[in-house]
């Protein structure tokens, strides 16, 4: 099925409707465009902020981290610089071992073992009080190799199991050893050893433990080769139950990155921390620092809705507003349409709106007086034609009467020709009726009788004819000089080639609210296709020795002035005869005198 | 207003409440609540001497999956009565998940027949095939089979296939020592050695077992124990006893515990069959929590075990497996 157009949907559609969806097509952009550009900014600055903070508390830990160094370094110091150097150790040994006492006591939340080894790896000094394991090789340690390789550096080993002592104990201690190389004096001889010093590390993971960023960030450190040295699921990532992207971080330098791991985006942090080398890497992964949440989003979508709806609210008002004045109008014009030129023009809403309402308004008062014209104009027309009608009297028909008249005189028929005088008069005075159109049926019977009279004396009483009506009907209204032209028909068509005795028959009943008036002959009769012909105007009604107002025009003045359902029925049959019936609404005469004075 | 004015209204009205609803209440969006998930093990033992590196894994995973862990251990070590009336009690106590150390092979199939219970079960150091044929039921154990027969290997590879290899047999043998000694046997008998099983153990007293160790001829011999226990008692009798030592020439076994590394490092014990407690412990407490939870466990299969010696103790490796970091 062929879809409708763009434009065809906007036609069926009303003024309210297209006003209404464009306003709120053009509301929702905005708002989407609001929306999402705050909705931007916002994230953005969410980021920024968190992003921040985040920088802020690696920066924090970093200082705390190296603070703690720092302590631990200044503690190996002051035990070999204030402590061993330059002592003789081997003569004040319980001197140094309390001092070194003092010192561990003071550091022991941090520090788990204090020890001074000699370059052969033998223990000279611990505290607390502890030997070297049995067998135990001390030179191998990769820390106790270091120091002595490199005697100007402090060394931070990797996190491990101190193994090295004999404690008595069934517990272990993860440490991360900080080693030096150290000269050690003994009477005049100086010799090279190794001071240790054990950092727990629970103290490690106490700074580092529980730092927290964004929502589910943490934080690990990584040693200068890439090694974890703290990671908050270190054991698990050991054991292979989880990973972490080490060997891709720790090549970074100090800054901000991004990274996807595990499917996930997240941000990473790195900040190297003084002397050791170590980075401490922040993880942040992107849920931590975003408005992405689903209910988040779905709130910015409320938020969207809901502005759309107060919008829509306000457009549908604004539109019902504009359109309320030119649906009023449209109801006007559909009322104008049905012909109602009275219904009133609704003149409201803005300046063009009632410019038009106005303007309608004048259109249909013109409307309306054109029309007044027309009726009037189709009124006098009307008019001027039934008496044009009315005046179609054959001067022939007036010769011929002229003429027996005269013939009678000349035979001495005295009285003969006084009758055909006196019914000529008649005749004429009837015809004439003071220029009414409308006549007493009474008078209209008389006028027919004048007029048999005079012809029954032209054609010789070749024919008689009747004349029936009751009281009743007598005072009622007919039109003038109507039976007439049907009675001269009748005479001319019917019986001036007859060979017996014609007979007319005028009748005038009343059926019902009607009036019908009945004119019948036993003449030659004729076709029922010449008595239409006679309605129609193509029968000739008569052979030009009539009045000349035809059958055709009785009809015609009948129903100009009564009505389409008024006017003639002729019946007819060669050889036998023709009836034809006139139908007129039963009306007083008064009553319809009146109403022409009125018109 | 028209009808379809009005739907339109009602319609957008009802959006925005749904989108409401959505977007800022707990009614159909529900926040990740943190629950809280009640487990309780129950291991076989009297003590958890065994278990402190499974107990570093469980707590680890009970921090980050909120699971509230209960360990408990029996009056009587190896009483399937009493273990089976701990499942009981802890099942009606209203645990959501058991993590149980049988110490019976079928007791578990058989409780959960009786008291029609199917609460989510995780057994450790049971045959896997244990786990599958009971309903919501996963296995976390280690190839105690395999670890057996590495022991074995290596005993004959050190001694020869001679009759001075004396196995010293668990007091209440659990389903992981029956394994381990089948697989231990297994290995000695492919390779013609001989176990000679000590008849007196360690409830017999000292001498009675120096002696039954010197009946097997001049040659010193090598002890073989089934049960850590074992193995920490026997240890602890040749670092104290100058006779045992004189008798026994090496000491081998399985076990994790600090006390049985320590003798392994003093050259007491030579050679020790180590497993992964820790993330045995993890991989409990998380299965629990999962089933808890309703989700499907993948099985995790044979758990990383090992033979070490003493050179061993410092590989990077077995350093982490054995001395968790908490």
């Given at each position: 099925m062929a879809k409708p157009r763009k434009s065809d949907l906007f036609q069926r559609v009303s003024i309210r409707y297209t006003i209404f969806i464009y306003f709120t097509i053009s509301a929702l952009i905005m708002i989407l465009l609001i929306g999402l550009s705050v909705y931007g900014r916002l994230t953005g600055q969410f980021s920024a902020t968190i992003r921040k903070e985040n920088q802020t508390v690696i920066n924090q830990v970093n200082l705390t981290m190296d603070s703690y160094l720092r302590t631990v370094m200044k503690l190996s110091d002051s035990i070999y610089?204030?402590?061993?150097?330059?002592?003789d150790f081997f003569h004040q040994s319980e001197t140094v071992n309390s001092e070194i006492t003092l010192l561990y006591d003071n550091n022991k939340d941090s520090v788990s073992n204090i020890a001074l080894l000699s370059k052969?790896?033998?223990?000279?000094?611990a505290v607390p009080a502890a030997r070297l394991k049995?067998?135990?090789?001390?030179?191998?340690e990769e820390w106790f190799a270091d120091a002595l390789e490199h005697p100007e550096n402090l060394h931070f080993s990797m996190?491990?199991?101190?193994?090295?002592?004999?404690?008595?104990?069934n517990q272990y201690r993860w440490v991360i050893t900080l080693s030096r190389a150290v000269e050690i004096t003994d009477g005049t001889a100086t010799a090279q050893g190794v001071l240790l010093i054990d950092m727990t590390y629970a103290s490690l993971q106490y700074m580092l433990d529980?730092?927290?960023?964004?929502?589910q960030g943490y934080l690990y450190l990584v040693g200068s080769?890439?090694?974890?040295?703290?990671?908050?699921?270190m054991q698990l990532i050991d054991a292979g139950l989880e990973k972490e992207n080490v060997s891709e971080i720790y090549?970074?330098?100090?800054g901000n990155y991004q990274e996807t791991w595990q499917g996930k985006k997240r941000d990473i942090i790195v900040k190297t921390v003084g002397y050791t080398g170590w980075k401490i890497v922040g993880v942040v992964p992107e849920q931590g620092f975003t408005l992405n949440e689903v209910k988040t989003r779905l709130f910015m979508v409320f938020v969207v809705a809901f502005f759309l709806f107060l919008l829509a609210v306000i457009n549908a008002y604004i539109s019902s507003k504009i359109t309320a004045p030119i649906k009023e109008l449209e109801k006007t014009v559909n009322a104008l349409e049905e012909g109602d030129l009275d219904a009133e023009v609704s003149v409201g809403g803005s300046y063009e709106i009632q410019h038009l309402g106005r303007s309608i308004g004048n259109m249909a008062r013109r409307i309306q007086a054109l029309m007044d014209d027309i009726v009037a104009e189709h009124e006098s027309k009307r008019k001027s034609e039934f008496d044009t009608l009315q005046s179609q009297i054959n001067p022939h028909f007036l010769y011929n009467t002229l003429d027996i008249i005269v013939w009678m005189i000349e035979n001495e028929q005295k009285q003969e020709a006084v009758k055909i005088v006196t019914a000529l008069a008649r005749f004429f005075r009837i015809s004439l009726s003071?220029?009414?159109s409308i006549i007493l049926v009474r008078d209209e019977l008389e006028h027919v009788r004048n007029y048999l009279t005079i012809q029954q004396k032209r054609f010789k009483n070749k024919f008689t004819y009747r004349i029936e009506a009751g009281p009743?009907?007598?005072?009622l209204a007919s039109l003038k000089l109507m039976l007439q032209p049907l009675v001269e028909n009748a005479i001319y068509h019917?019986?001036?080639?007859?060979?017996g005795d014609g007979e007319i028959l005028v009748k005038v009943e009343r059926q019902g609210g009607r009036l019908c008036f009945i004119i019948e002959d036993n003449g030659l009769g004729m076709t029922a296709e010449q008595a239409r012909g006679l309605l129609t105007g193509?029968?000739?009604?008569?052979?030009?020795?009539?009045?000349?107002?035809g059958v055709k025009n009785v009809n015609e003045r009948i129903r100009l002035y009564f009505?389409?359902?008024y006017g003639l029925t002729i019946h007819s049959e060669p050889d036998v005869g023709t009836r034809i019936q006139i139908h007129l609404p039963a009306v007083p005469y008064e009553e319809l005198v009146e109403k022409e004075k009125e018109s | 207003m028209t009808g379809k004015e009005n739907f339109f209204w009602i319609f957008y009205g009802l959006v925005l409440l749904g989108l409401f609803l959505l977007s800022?209440?707990?009614?159909?969006?529900?926040?990740e609540e943190a629950g809280i998930y009640p487990i309780s093990v129950i291991v076989g033992?009297?003590?958890d001497d065994q278990y402190v590196n499974f107990r570093k894994g469980m707590e680890r995973a009970a921090i980050e999956l909120n699971g509230d862990v209960s360990f408990i251990t029996l009056y009587?070590?190896?009483?399937a009565r009493q273990q089976r009336e701990m499942i009981l009690r802890e099942q009606e106590d209203g645990s959501q998940a058991l993590i149980v150390d049988p110490v019976e092979e079928g007791m578990i199939a058989q409780i959960r027949q009786e008291s029609r219970a199917s609460i989510p079960l995780i057994l450790i150091n049971a045959k896997p095939g244990e786990a599958w044929e009971l309903e919501n039921a996963v296995s976390i154990t280690f190839d105690y089979h395999g670890m057996g027969r590495r022991l074995g290997e290596e005993v004959l590879k050190e001694?020869?296939?001679?009759?001075?290899?004396?196995l010293l047999e668990a007091?209440?043998?659990n389903g992981a020592d029956l394994l381990f000694l089948q697989g231990f046997c297994e290995a000695m008998e492919e390779e013609g050695g001989l176990v000679r099983t000590l008849s007196?153990?360690?409830?017999?007293g000292t001498e009675a077992f120096l002696e039954e160790v010197a009946q097997g001829g001049p040659e010193k011999a090598v002890l073989v124990a089934q049960d850590p226990e074992g193995l920490i008692w026997a240890a602890q009798l040749l670092a104290e006893t100058k006779e045992a030592a004189d008798l026994v020439e090496g000491l081998y076994g399985r076990g994790n515990t600090v006390s049985a590394l320590n003798y392994l490092d003093k050259g007491i014990v030579q050679g020790l069959c180590v497993t992964d407690d820790f993330s045995a412990g993890y991989l409990s407490v998380k299965a629990a929590v999962e089933l808890a939870q309703n989700r499907v466990v993948k099985d995790t299969g044979f758990l990383e075990s090992g033979y070490i010696r003493?050179?061993?103790?410092?590989d990077e490796k077995y350093e982490k497996m054995l001395y968790p970091i908490e």
């Open positions: 610089y204030g402590v061993i150097k330059n002592v052969d790896g033998e223990l000279l000094c049995t067998g135990t090789d001390v030179t191998g996190p491990h199991v101190q193994y090295i002592f004999d404690n008595g104990e529980n730092i927290p960023l964004g929502d080769s890439g090694e974890l040295i703290y990671h908050p699921k090549d970074c330098r100090d003071k220029g009414r009743e009907v007598l005072s019917g019986m001036e080639f007859m060979d193509e029968t000739k009604s008569t052979s030009g020795k009539g009045s000349g107002i009505g389409e359902d | 800022s209440t707990d009614l159909i969006i529900k926040e033992d009297t003590t009587e070590k190896g009483s001694y020869g296939a001679q009759e001075r290899v004396c007091e209440s043998p007196c153990g360690r409830g017999s003493r050179e061993d103790l410092r």
